[in-house]
């Protein structure tokens, strides 16, 4: 089992709508988290943390299930912006090490 | 901030050659990462250095690979022979401390061994 799950998809959505992405990881020591975001052919860059008690920062809302060992992204009023793909990144306690999901990849259509 | 710097964006080579891939860091990031990326198996972790020195290589897939850091603002991944199987995207990342915060890619060396 992978360290890091992910649904390939894609989703393809609707402008407006919301959508929601989910992560799974193994490794329940895992204590820091976050979403990145990689347009085609670019480099990943950093959408947001995801800390313990939900965080939401605009349109986009990040939360994290311990018991159930997820964390989730929420987009909602989807843009055609906001077609990308969604890395999900986990370190377990101790290491600065990243471990990054394969991504899910959105498609935002008019 | 010019950001991460990697060269060359391009790099198309023969089976058996020797590739370098180069990587200037953020100046003051001690953290730096060699990623790459592939369809199949998505972003994986070669190698990491912290203040120059390697700590961790077990993603590196085998003896040809190999990864530098003489110094704070430079490194560079070397594969000697390359291999069709290596073509994949190589991105470099650095941080000013670790994975824990924000890291910060460059641009990617997309290789592409015929």
């Known amino acids: 089992r992978k360290e890091v799950e992910q649904d390939p998809g894609p989703f393809n959505v609707p402008e407006g709508a919301t959508v929601a992405f989910n992560c799974t990881y193994s490794?329940?020591?895992?204590?820091?988290f976050f979403w990145y975001r990689q347009d085609c052919r670019k480099e990943p860059k950093l959408l947001m943390s995801?800390?313990?008690s939900g965080n939401e920062d605009g349109r986009f809302t990040a939360q994290l299930n311990r018991a159930s060992q997820y964390i989730s992204l929420l987009i909602r009023d989807s843009k055609l912006s906001d077609s990308a793909t969604y890395l999900c990144v986990c370190i377990p306690g101790g290491s600065y090490i990243p471990t990054f999901g394969r991504g899910t990849s959105l498609i935002v259509h008019p | 901030d010019a950001g991460v710097i990697q060269s060359p964006r391009h790099e198309v080579t023969e089976m058996g050659q020797e590739v370098t891939l180069r990587c200037k860091p953020i100046s003051g990031h001690d953290y730096l990462f060699w990623y790459r990326q592939t369809m199949m198996r998505g972003l994986e972790l070669l190698i990491y250095?912290?203040?120059?020195?390697?700590?961790?290589d077990s993603g590196m897939p085998e003896d040809r690979f190999s990864a530098k850091m003489p110094n704070a603002s430079f490194s560079t991944l070397k594969i000697q022979p390359s291999e069709p199987r290596d073509s994949a995207v190589y991105f470099c990342?650095?941080?000013?401390?670790?994975?824990?915060?924000?890291?910060?890619f460059g641009s990617g060396t997309q290789l592409s061994v015929l």
């Open positions: 995801v800390y313990s």
């Open positions: 990342a650095s941080s000013p401390v670790g994975g824990r915060e924000k890291l910060f």
């Open positions: 490794n329940s020591a895992s204590q820091s």
């Open positions: 250095f912290n203040n120059n020195v390697p700590i961790d």
